[in-house]
């Protein structure tokens, strides 16, 4: 990427929103068929059809690990120009690992997760300052509801 300049914030931003995309499409995969096979590294042509899957509280501590792992590298929604509104941010990854612990608890045997982790992560988020109720809920349907207040993540 010539004519970019890459200083500190810019390499953990972008290394934030892999690391929040990664564990946001492992969520995705996981509800969809449990365990998966996971790849910390690119993969080498010999891994191809040849790793096995893990299990499903392997996966989740994966997921879990790139949402905290986002969450420390993001900024706040307030940290982004106007253009860039829709990434990932610290709110998004916190979110979404309230969301992965709350899926795991009740149905994952093997995790140590509490509905207060849930409300703790969640408060953390509501109470941050960046994100606010719509007065009309209508909008977040239409197209000026798009990456409003009330977005954690489009």
Known sequence: LSGVTWNAALKNRILGEAHFLRGYYYFYLARLWGGMPL???PVKPSQFGT???ASLSETYKFIEADFKKAADLLPLRSGYAVADLG???K????SYLARAIM???GTD???AHTWQEVYDLSNTVINSGQYTLLANY???FEDEGENST?????
């Open 150 to 154: 009330e977005s954690v993540f489009e």
């Open 91 to 94: 709110g998004a990854a916190q």
């Open 109 to 111: 045997n093997k995790n």
């Open 39 to 41: 790849f910390a590294e």
């Open 51 to 53: 790793t096995p899957r």
């Open 138 to 140: 209508a909008q977040l």
């Open 103 to 105: 899926y795991q608890i």
């Open 87 to 89: 990434r990932a941010t």
